[in-house]
């Protein structure tokens, strides 16, 4: 496998999805990502304490283009998107994490309209109609936080190779800006004493670093447990306005010269 360069070490660097070695990932992209002053690609996010919340709509992900932004036809064509992609993202035989996927994106939709007259009174505070066509209070969807799937996550060794790049594994990686949540499912696999011990030596090491334990059972279930429902709801607070799933500097200017308010768009 190959050597990735050492991240500092307020950094994280996860590669998920469907990357089959991870220290290569991190080799061919890392370097790339600094030097655009980007932290997220379609197979590696980098986290610092000063990344803003990872998003459906944070660029990169996606590896969606502003003409095929404008394909999708309104916030129901973007989320089919969505779920098709973080699909695609998914190995193919681990069922529990797309069960899991599935559900938390039926999550955010129902949430969204149960916070709807909070949503269209904070779009009609900030200058926009709540009957608008663009945005509607639909689009705040897509600042809901991105799950990154069967993600690992690199760290320094401290064993009996010290310095040497490891990785421990979680299902499925949530970075909210403050705290990184990872969801083991338990029951898919038995881990073993390294996966055990890789996984209790970033947590060691990571202080904002969360481990949330849940029996794959559940993950396919139309339901999400609770604890971690609380961590997820209410993504939106602290962003003036929705800005759909494709969220670039020219748009976001665009929209808030329109209705005069200050940009909070991470």
Not at 33 to 48: K, Y
Not at 73 to 89: D, I, V
Not at 246 to 258: D, E
Request: glycine share 6%; hydrophobic share 45%; aromatic share 8%.
């Amino acid at each position: 496998m190959s050597e990735p360069r050492q991240a500092p070490a307020s950094e994280l660097a996860v590669v998920y999805g469907t990357a089959i070695d991870p220290a290569l990932a991190i080799a061919e992209e890392r370097d790339a990502l600094v030097a655009a002053g980007r932290w997220l690609s379609p197979r590696l996010a980098l986290i610092a304490p000063d990344t803003p919340p990872l998003r459906l709509n944070s660029q990169g992900w996606a590896n969606l283009s502003p003409q095929m932004a404008g394909d999708l036809a309104g916030p129901e064509e973007m989320l089919r998107f969505c779920r098709y992609t973080l699909e695609r993202r998914t190995p193919l035989f681990v069922r529990p994490i797309r069960l899991f996927l599935a559900n938390y994106l039926d999550f955010v939709e129902a949430e969204v309209e149960r916070q709807r007259p909070a949503l269209e009174a904070q779009m009609e505070s900030s200058g926009l109609p709540a009957a608008s066509d663009f945005p509607t209070y639909r689009d705040w969807l897509f600042s809901a936080l991105l799950p990154m799937p069967n993600a690992h996550v690199a760290f320094v060794s401290k064993g009996d190779t010290i310095g040497a790049v490891e990785f421990a594994h979680v299902d499925i990686l949530f970075w909210t800006g403050r705290e990184t949540l990872a969801v083991v499912l338990q029951g898919l696999t038995m881990p073993t004493p390294s996966q055990i011990r890789r996984l209790a030596a970033v947590e060691a090491a990571q202080p904002n670093f969360r481990v949330i334990h849940i029996p794959a059972s559940l993950a396919g279930e139309r339901s999400i447990p609770e604890p971690l429902l609380e961590k997820l709801r209410g993504c939106w607070q602290g962003l003036a306005l929705p800005f759909g799933l494709f969220r670039v500097p020219a748009l976001s200017v665009k929209i808030a010269n329109a209705v005069s308010v200050p940009l909070q768009m991470m």
